[in-house]
C-alpha cells in the first residue's frame, strides 16, 4: 500500500502522476492541518495545477481504496485524512527529501541477502521492491549493497513491511576485488540518475531566477513548488547518497540538490500560504 509514497516513482501514465501530486498536496498541507482535507480543498487546489476535477475525486477514491487515505467527514464536509501508515512513511520520506545525507567511504557498506520460499512469491517481489525503493543496488543475484549509513532505515523498512523474518543483514568495507568506482556502476544505473537529475536542472533553473528576481505571488510559489516537491521526491529513493569519491566527476546531483534546497527556503513559505488560503476558504464556504 505504501510503496508508491517511500518511492514516490516517476512513470505510469496521468493517472499516476494525479495520485502523486494528490499525496504532495496532502504531505505538504494536512498534516498541519490535523490530519485532514476536505474534498473541496483538494479540487481547488489541484484546479490551480491544472487538474480536472472530476479527474481529482476519482484519483482520490482510488488512493482510499488502497488505504493510503482515509474517508472522514468534519463538521458535515466530505474529506480525507492520511493513513496512519501513510503518515509514517511520509515522515521517513521527509527525513530523504529534506534532509539528506551522502556517504562516505568510511560508512562502508550494508548488505542484504534474503531467502524466501517458492510459495511465497509475493514476498519475494516485495523484498525487491522494498530494496529497490531505498536505493539498494544489485552485486549478484540475491546479494543487494547500499551506503553503510542506510542500514537503519532498512531495518526499520523490512520490519514495518513484516518482511525481517526472510532477510540478513550485514555491515562492511569493500576489501577486493576490483576497482569499486567500476563495480558501482554495474549495481547502480547512474546514466539514468544522471538524466534524471539533468531534467530538473532544466526544469527549474528558470524557477530559481524568476524566484530570486522578480516578485513571485503565493498562487505562482504555489504552481512552481508543488509539481517541483513531486518531481524531485523520488531523486533522493534512486540516489541512496552513494560516496561522490565513488561518482562520476562534477556529479550533477549535488547541483540538483542544492537548486531543490534554494526553491525550497524561497518557495515553500509562498506555497504554504497560497494553500492555507484556500484551505481556510472552503471551510468558510462550508460552516
Known amino acids: 500500500m505504501t510503496a508508491e509514497l517511500e518511492t514516490a516513482p516517476g512513470g505510469g501514465g496521468r493517472d499516476a502522476r494525479l495520485a502523486q501530486q494528490i499525496i504532495t498536496i496532502f504531505g505538504l498541507c494536512a498534516r498541519e492541518e490535523g490530519n485532514w482535507l476536505s474534498v473541496a480543498s483538494v479540487v481547488a487546489l489541484m484546479a490551480d495545477l491544472g487538474a480536472d476535477g472530476q479527474a481529482v475525486r476519482s484519483s ?137 537529475y539533468a531534467e530538473f536542472l532544466k526544469s527549474y533553473r528558470p524557477a530559481l531566477y524568476q524566484a530570486t528576481h522578480a516578485e513571485v505571488t503565493p498562487l505562482e510559489a504555489f504552481q512552481t513548488y508543488a509539481p517541483m516537491l513531486t518531481q524531485w521526491r523520488r531523486l533522493p529513493y534512486r540516489d541512496p547518497g552513494i560516496p561522490l569519491s565513488l561518482l562520476p566527476p562534477a556529479w550533477n546531483g549535488e547541483a540538483a540538490g542544492a537548486l531543490f534546497d534554494q526553491l525550497n527556503g524561497l518557495l515553500n513559505p509562498l506555497a504554504q500560504k497560497h494553500a492555507l488560503a484556500v484551505i481556510h476558504g472552503r471551510r468558510q464556504q462550508q460552516s
Open 60 to 196: 482520490i477514491s482510488r488512493l482510499k481504496r488502497r488505504g493510503v487515505l482515509l474517508s472522514e467527514r468534519h463538521a458535515g464536509a466530505a474529506g480525507y485524512s492520511l493513513a496512519p501508515a501513510t503518515l509514517e512513511v511520509l515522515a521517513e520520506g521527509d527525513v530523504r527529501i529534506f534532509h539528506r545525507s551522502r556517504a562516505t567511504e568510511d560508512d562502508g557498506w550494508v548488505v542484504v541477502v534474503f531467502s524466501v520460499p517458492e510459495s511465497e512469491r509475493d514476498k519475494r517481489h516485495a523484498l525487491r521492491s522494498s530494496l529497490t525503493r531505498l536505493g539498494f543496488g544489485t552485486a549478484a543475484p540475491g546479494v543487494w549493497v547500499a551506503p553503510g549509513n542506510l542500514d537503519r532505515e532498512t531495518r526499520s523498512t523490512l520490519e514495518r513491511r513484516e518482511l525481517s523474518t526472510y532477510v540478513d543483514i550485514f555491515t562492511g568495507r569493500h576489501v577486493g576485488f576490483g576497482d569499486l568506482r567500476t563495480k558501482i556502476r554495474t549495481w547502480w544505473d547512474l546514466d539514468e540518475l544522471t538524466t534524471l
